[in-house]
């Protein structure tokens, strides 16, 4: 059983400022910011380096930690480019630099040896004699590849012991072998090494072969009238093994998922925070946070290659990765419709910054970062330009809800689909 002291770290993704104070609210101990060029995030990456540095202040005052991540595999046209990215990243002070290149890193260690350096999940780190080879380096953490299980992270942790480990729980999964893939390369001429996957491997084909009994006539394979999902996995989530990976010796647990909104962010951080909480107080796992994790939106979940060996505990319908249904992130239980920015006590009002439909009648459920059970009302007044209004949507901005109760900034609203 693990003790307080030895759970894990839980570490978010922050694609922005607002991400990264959301993941922290939420209960991550750490976040993760992409770096200007040499990120596997160039899309979406709303991070400067005048944004990093606010992102450190942030860190900083909560007592929580900051990793940037430099894990693109850079073509020589990048390098010349490096040592001025470095010197700023260095001055900023981060808990450690996420990297995948071998020349990056050597560069850095060179020029800055104080830098803490977690070896990226892009090497495809999967064996002990892997983890002591990067120890041997001077890296201070490696995170696993996504292939391997939790019976050989144990082993791992068990060859290696002073080596930190960090493994992914959460998130999209790759059809390639930790994003070694060519094909948004090949198709769209964006190269997935360098940031700017186009993920084609979601799209929706139509596959067809020769048959030599009809005169090699083509044939097509179908899964639907529509077509086939041929290389779309469904989501990560292995939040019934925190235990499991508690009692592995993980260090630090890890979410993906940089350009998901600030509900994915804040939804998967609550959920797992409180998982790790229970198992702090020794505590059993509350199934009521995978019914928390429905609500945010996913390509179905499975807990993939972590669980081999332990399939008996997998229901038969998550043991299948692939979805063959739907390419993007679609399932969900509720829709994230508003994200309260201010209560006014003197109004009994929130201000929201409305995400989706929002109409007189609705129940809305109200999700904040402290309380494990949201809390419901019903849409009675809306106030747009101080107009009573019926109904509001996406897009409008800011808008005002009468509330029975107080509910505190950065707390989310949704309704059940």
């Known amino acids: 059983m693990c003790q307080m002291r030895k759970i894990p770290e839980l570490l978010l993704p922050a694609g922005n400022l607002e991400k990264l104070e959301i993941a922290y609210l939420y209960g991550a101990d750490a976040a993760?910011?992409?770096?200007?060029?040499?990120?596997?995030?160039?899309?979406e990456n709303d991070f400067t380096m005048e944004a990093l540095e606010k992102g450190v202040a942030l860190a900083r005052q909560l007592g929580k930690k900051i990793y940037f991540t430099v894990n693109n595999i850079p073509r020589n046209s990048k390098l010349p480019s490096y040592p001025k990215y470095l010197d700023q990243m260095a001055a900023l002070k981060p808990d450690a630099l996420i990297m995948a290149d071998p020349g990056l890193i050597l560069i850095t260690k060179e020029s800055h040896p104080e830098l803490d350096i977690h070896i990226s999940v892009q090497t495809n780190t999967m064996n002990y004699a892997a983890v002591k080879f990067w120890k041997k380096?001077?890296?201070?953490?490696?995170?696993l590849s996504r292939e391997v299980s939790i019976s050989e992270?144990?082993?791992?942790?068990n060859e290696v012991p002073d080596m930190?480990?960090?493994v992914f729980v959460h998130g999209s999964i790759c059809i390639a072998h930790s994003g070694r893939c060519f094909m948004s390369n090949y198709f769209k001429k964006r190269d997935a090494n360098q940031g700017s996957c186009n993920n084609a491997c979601r799209d929706l084909y139509k596959v067809y072969v020769t048959n030599p009994k009809q005169n090699d006539e083509p044939m097509e394979l179908i899964t639907d009238e529509e077509g086939t999902f041929l290389m779309n996995s469904k989501d990560l989530r292995a939040i019934e093994f925190l235990q499991e990976l508690c009692?592995?010796?993980?260090?630090?647990?890890?979410?993906?998922?940089?350009?998901?909104?600030?509900?994915?962010?804040?939804?998967?951080?609550?959920?797992?925070?409180?998982?790790?909480?229970?198992?702090?107080?020794?505590?059993?796992?509350?199934?009521?946070?995978?019914?928390?994790?429905?609500?945010?939106?996913?390509?179905?979940?499975?807990?993939g290659f972590l669980s081999r060996g332990m399939e008996d505990k997998i229901p038969e319908e998550e043991r299948n990765f692939q979805n063959n249904e739907f390419g993007t992130s679609l399932q969900m239980s509720q829709k994230y419709t508003g994200f309260v920015k201010e209560y006014k006590p003197d109004t009994k009002r929130i201000v929201i910054e409305v995400k989706n439909k929002i109409q007189k009648g609705d129940l809305l459920e109200?999700?904040?970062?402290?309380?494990a059970n949201p809390s419901t009302f019903t849409v009675d007044q809306i106030f747009y330009k101080q107009n009573s209004v019926e109904v509001i949507?996406?897009?409008m901005g800011t808008v005002e809800l009468e509330v029975p109760f107080a509910i505190p900034s950065r707390s989310f609203l949704s309704k059940k689909l």
């Open 164 to 166: 930190e480990i960090e």
């Open 366 to 371: 109200v999700i904040t970062s402290t309380d």
């Open 393 to 395: 949507s996406g897009g």
């Open 137 to 143: 380096f001077g890296a201070t953490r490696v995170i």
């Open 247 to 303: 009692d592995a010796g993980v260090d630090s647990l890890k979410v993906e998922g940089r350009t998901k909104n600030d509900y994915y962010v804040g939804m998967v951080a609550r959920s797992y925070r409180h998982t790790l909480d229970n198992i702090a107080r020794g505590e059993g796992f509350d199934r009521k946070w995978l019914e928390e994790l429905d609500k945010v939106s996913s390509r179905k979940y499975f807990s």
């Open 32 to 43: 993760y910011c992409g770096v200007p060029r040499f990120s596997l995030r160039a899309r």
């Open 153 to 157: 992270i144990a082993e791992i942790k």
